[in-house]
């Protein structure tokens, strides 16, 4: 639009979309950081944005601009082939997990806070432990809560799921049992049991 007569452009703030945040990282790391290789340029993404036709390019938002141009680089560079990306495409539209929420219509999430119950605290220590000791990273216990049954899923408050997915990653890893589980767990149900009564 260089020279041509426009309106005032009023730049605004938003918060971004975690897509958007997730394009933006993805360019970043293309780009290279200091000491990696360089898999396109910053350059040759703004060429390809700017070569999108006038209907696409009118018609997408910022990013959606920038993914189309990065998927562009990396197929221009052999990174990837327009076949293989198609397959992605469609494998991520029809094979989604049952929590798998992104993108389609849900309504408004609205958060909000609460007063962590004793034992909610006790689940996110616990997480941190295991995670400064290397036994759980935080993307493995994201993984197992992904991994849960969809009737479970369903049924778990939040820090319920956090609690199934560090139990069936410790076992798993072979650092507990389910009988050692189950044990413990009923010794915790007999002390509050003894409490209660």
Same mark, same amino acid.
């Given at each position: &639009?260089? %020279?041509e $007569?426009?309106s005032r ?6 918060d971004?979309?975690?897509w958007?945040?997730r394009?933006?990282?993805m360019?970043v790391?293309? =780009?290279g950081?200091k000491?990696t !290789?360089k898999i396109?340029t910053?350059?040759?993404?703004r060429r390809a944005?700017?070569? #999108? $036709?006038p209907?696409?390019y009118?018609? &997408?938002?910022?990013?959606?601009k920038?993914?189309?141009? #990065?998927a562009q680089c &990396?197929v221009r560079?052999?990174v990837?082939s +327009?076949e293989?990306i198609?397959r992605? &495409?469609?494998?991520a539209m029809f094979r ?5 929420m992104?993108?389609? $219509?849900?309504g408004?999430?609205k958060?909000t806070?609460?007063?962590?119950a004793?034992w909610e605290?006790?689940?996110?220590a616990? +997480?941190?432990?295991?995670?400064a000791? +290397?036994l759980?990273a935080?993307d ?5 809560i992904?991994?849960?049954p ?6 778990l408050?939040?820090?319920? !799921? =956090? ?10 890893r072979?650092l507990?049992?389910?009988g050692e589980?189950?044990r !413990?767990?009923?010794?915790v149900?007999?002390? %509050?049991?003894?409490a209660?009564?």
């Amino acid at each position: &639009m260089g %020279g041509e $007569p426009g309106s005032r452009v009023e730049p605004t703030e938003h918060d971004y979309q975690d897509w958007e945040r997730r394009v933006d990282a993805m360019a970043v790391l293309l =780009w290279g950081l200091k000491g990696t !290789k360089k898999i396109c340029t910053v350059d040759e993404h703004r060429r390809a944005i700017e070569a #999108l $036709p006038p209907e696409a390019y009118d018609s &997408m938002q910022y990013y959606e601009k920038w993914i189309t141009a #990065l998927a562009q680089c &990396m197929v221009r560079r052999g990174v990837v082939s +327009s076949e293989e990306i198609a397959r992605r &495409m469609q494998g991520a539209m029809f094979r989604r997990s049952h929590h798998d929420m992104g993108g389609l $219509p849900a309504g408004e999430v609205k958060p909000t806070e609460h007063e962590y119950a004793d034992w909610e605290r006790r689940v996110d220590a616990l +997480s941190v432990v295991l995670g400064a000791r +290397s036994l759980i990273a935080v993307d493995e216990r994201r993984l197992a809560i992904e991994s849960l049954p969809p009737e479970l899923y369903d049924s778990l408050a939040y820090y319920e !799921k =956090w609690l199934a997915s560090m139990a069936q990653t410790l076992v798993s890893r072979g650092l507990i049992t389910t009988g050692e589980l189950a044990r !413990k767990m009923a010794e915790v149900t007999e002390r %509050g049991a003894d409490a209660r009564g």
